[in-house]
């Protein structure tokens, strides 16, 4: 993730200039400057301050949103580890990640909603506690059709998101 990138995304989401942004954590406008460019990196006690400026938390800001889906890292830095566990919220009408065909497995289990496993040509509906358990041989994805978001704890080994 792009600390600085999102920090810009943040700060103009709510309609904030850099020298109204500063002036909250009591930063100068420069050094701001210098983070959203990422030409410095802040300090977790400032990174703190300035998430609570844009008005979210830690868990909120290093949330990866894309398109219709959401990706939440349950471990920081799974990519170094066998396998990755992401929760991923699918929104409405929206799909997931497009999963190109790898070596490997992936595991999932639907928390909340009702998906549906696009696995190559083949799908499979998935209801609230149901799971699916795939090689990935075939482009896959999640795909939400239904009038509710869906949640799904999604393991994939060798990491891949």
């Known amino acids: ?3 600085g990138q999102r920090i810009r995304q943040l700060r103009t989401k709510n309609n904030l200039t850099q020298e109204e942004l500063a002036s909250r954590c009591e930063l100068t406008k420069g050094y701001l400057s210098q983070l959203e460019n990422d030409l410095a990196t802040p300090s977790l006690p400032t990174l703190q ?3 609570v400026a844009l008005g979210t938390n830690m868990s909120q800001f290093f949330m990866d949103e894309k398109g219709g889906y959401t990706i939440r890292w349950i471990v920081p830095n799974a990519q170094k580890n066998e396998m990755e566990p992401i929760l991923v ?3 409405p009408g929206e799909d997931s990640q497009l999963m190109q065909p790898h070596e490997g497995e992936e595991f999932g289990y639907v928390l ?3 998906v549906i496993l696009v696995n190559g040509k083949e799908e499979y509906p998935i209801k609230k506690g149901g799971t699916f358990y795939i090689k990935g041989d075939y482009e896959h994805f999640l795909k939400n059709t239904g009038s509710h978001s869906a949640q799904v704890l999604w393991i994939c080994t060798p990491p891949a998101f």
């Open 1 to 3: 993730m792009n600390v």
């Open 49 to 51: 301050d300035i998430v």
């Open 89 to 91: 919220e699918i929104r």
């Open 112 to 114: 909340n909603g009702r």
